[in-house]
């Protein structure tokens, strides 16, 4: 059995989340950033979209009177949209009007005061899916649209401005970076869809950027100037002569 030790970070998405582990993908990132002071949880479900988001985000999301048992999430990133963006009649497609009610649905989930899962701890990311690259996506059971991908790509960012949430822009950043060409996009997309680490490096440094500019108390950095400690003290400040008292838990995040 582990005990609850330390506060998390929650990843929830489809499979651009649930491959977030891979070496020098975001979620393996994040975990090393927030080693001793916060867990990263990856939620990710391949081939999931908002519409079954929801009912899972009702079952891992810790109602308020569970939350005193469990740790905080203290960051959370929604990352949906890859699969929503199918073209109808896809089973993943998800119109893009339902989908920007999803997503807020999502939100308010954790931001309401009414809502059973209401969390006022919790920061939010939103993520904009990636650019799509048709000449590498060779999949015509499962067949994606560049231009509607950037039409979802742009709801997110409509949504965190309804909803007052920060938002990762991966797709106009990954476009950027690859000179505003799709075919370009294939150095951050392996197959055309998913990420490549160096695609999974541009979605890490604009989540960082976020929490710097905009939840500066959940920067881990050591240039934070103490906005975060590690939960246990470092070895050196453990009292040799007593050592229990100096190994008891800390808050990781300092009072502001």
Not at 37 to 65: H, M, S
Not at 139 to 153: G, W
Not at 183 to 211: P, R, W
């Amino acid at each position: 059995m582990v005990a609850n030790v330390q506060d998390v970070v929650m990843l929830v998405g489809d499979s651009l989340t649930q491959r977030g582990w891979g070496q020098g993908c975001f979620a393996q990132l994040l975990a090393e950033a927030y080693v001793r002071k916060l867990d990263v949880i990856n939620r990710g479900l391949g081939g999931y979209q908002t519409d079954w988001a929801i009912p899972v985000c009702e079952q891992i999301f810790a109602k308020q009177d569970e939350q005193h048992h469990v740790p905080q999430v203290k960051l959370l990133t929604i990352w949906y949209g890859a699969n929503d963006a199918a073209p109808a009649p896809s089973p993943q497609h998800v119109p893009i009007d339902r989908y920007k009610t999803n997503l807020s649905h999502i939100i308010q989930m954790v931001k309401s005061p009414t809502s059973a899962y209401y969390s006022p701890e919790t920061r939010i990311i939103l993520i904009t899916p990636p650019p799509v690259n048709t000449k590498q996506w060779d999949r015509p059971d499962s067949p994606r649209v560049f231009e509607t991908t950037r039409a979802y790509a742009g709801a997110v960012k409509e949504v965190g401005e309804k909803e007052n949430v920060p938002v990762a822009d991966i797709w106009t950043k990954i476009f950027d970076a690859a000179g505003r060409s799709e075919e370009a996009c294939e150095k951050y997309l392996n197959d055309g869809l998913h990420l490549t680490s160096d695609g999974y490096n541009i979605v890490f440094q604009a989540i960082m950027d976020i929490v710097e500019r905009v939840y500066p108390e959940l920067d881990p950095t050591w240039e934070a100037h103490g906005r975060m400690q590690t939960v246990f003290v470092p070895w050196d400040q453990v009292d040799v002569q007593n050592p229990r008292p100096s190994l008891m838990k800390r808050k990781a995040q300092l009072e502001s």
